[in-house]
């Protein structure tokens, strides 16, 4: 089955170029053809018609806003790019936008998104920008244990822990480490408090140890056990993460920093 898409608002140019088609030796039985962003599958007049209703219902019902459905855009997102596997889009990405601190500690790296085609879809890069946040902890996880500090779990705390499962799931398949989740929204206040009770100490109803007080006054809420099938993929999309981030983090390519300047001089140029 070949598709062919014809952007055209001409329809005579349109209705020519599907009839030579379909005049070479029936050769094609199925066609794509994209008019104002709008996508009718032709291979009859009648076909025509049904695939035209069938679209147009399928995308009224894709292009509800989340609002109607009581959703923000996150959610929205989340849901759709947790029916993606690892590798799926095709995208790498580097989430650099703010620069980036461990393990480079560089303000002026900037983000790439890698592999990106005219069928890459938003929930795809909404997952691989996401990814690439999960990547880059693995690395701080990979510098501690290479210097002699290992790593055996990880906790999380705040409220994306708690917001977005689709994350946590990922970071946990992306480290290939379990993640604990803090019961705890408030977990700054929470640690001060623990302290608080150890200054006091046992005898006026504290605690003797920062350990007992965290027995005592913290719990976990949840755990994300990596899915083997999904830290094998990571693996691999990991490696070229690695590839991408020293290219660019580590002075072999320094097009960022150009860039960054080339973009200062013209704006004093402009002034």
């Known amino acids: 089955m070949l598709s062919i898409i014809i952007p055209s608002r001409n329809e005579e140019f349109l209705e020519k170029t599907v009839d030579d088609i379909f005049n070479k030796e029936n050769a094609i039985d199925y066609f794509l053809v994209k008019i104002d962003n709008e996508s009718l599958a032709i291979n009859s007049q009648k076909a025509y018609e049904e695939e035209k209703e069938k679209n147009e219902l399928l995308s009224k019902k894709l292009l509800k806003v989340p609002s109607e459905r009581n959703i ?3 959610q929205l997102l989340e849901e759709k790019a947790s029916k993606l596997v690892p590798g799926e889009s095709g995208l790498l990405a580097l989430d650099w936008w703010n620069g980036t601190r461990s393990v480079l500690v560089d303000t ?3 983000g790439v998104l890698l592999g990106a085609t005219l069928l890459t879809k938003p929930e795809e890069i909404y997952r691989a920008l996401i990814e690439a946040t999960a990547f ?3 690395m701080i996880v990979e510098t501690f244990t290479n210097a002699g500090v290992p790593i055996e779990q990880l906790y999380a705390c705040g409220g994306l822990s708690q917001k977005n499962n689709m994350l946590m799931q990922i970071y946990a398949d992306a480290t290939g480490l379990e993640i604990r989740v803090a019961t705890s929204l ?4 929470l640690g001060a408090a623990m302290f608080g009770a150890v200054a006091a100490g046992k005898e006026f109803g504290g605690y003797d140890t920062i350990f007992d007080a965290a027995a005592k006054m913290t719990s976990i809420k949840q755990v994300y056990i990596p899915i083997p099938e999904n830290v094998a993929r990571y693996r691999k999309l990991y490696a070229e993460y690695k590839i991408l981030h020293d290219y660019f983090g580590r002075g072999a390519n320094d097009v960022m920093k150009r ?13």
């Open 259 to 271: 860039l960054k300047e080339i973009k200062k001089n013209t704006k004093y140029c402009k002034v």
């Open 72 to 74: 923000n855009i996150h």
């Open 186 to 189: 408030q977990t700054p206040a």
């Open 108 to 110: 002026n790296l900037t």
């Open 136 to 138: 880059g902890t693995n």
